[in-house]
């Protein structure tokens, strides 16, 4: 015979059921529904640098998320992981050389900073 079953909507991180019947086990994983959103998604520094911070707002309290930093002048102080909502701080340094940009990645969001030479 078949069986027939029916998956809800996911909002949150991933998650795996099993069905089973006459002793086989069919395993079903759903991927993450988690969304994320960067407030604000970007900031401007002067050749000085400085620090500066922004908040992560998931959907759901139980998606978790990591934040990554793409230039080894970009320093992530704090928020570098967590769960549910927060706020990343980090500290960007002086800058010498031509403008330049950065970003610190969160789940596939970014967050850019852009900073003026020296």
Known sequence: GTVTFTVAANTGPTRTGTITVGGQTFTITQLNGCTYSLTPMQTSFGAGGGSGSFNVTVNNSAC???????????????????????????????????????????????????????
């Open 64 to 118: 978790g998320w990591t934040a990554v930093s793409s230039a080894p002048w970009i320093t992530i102080n704090s928020g570098a992981s967590g769960t549910g909502n927060g706020e990343i701080s980090f500290t960007v340094a002086a800058n010498v050389s031509p403008q330049r940009s950065g970003k610190i990645s969160v789940n596939g969001q970014d967050f850019t900073i852009n900073q003026d030479n020296g």
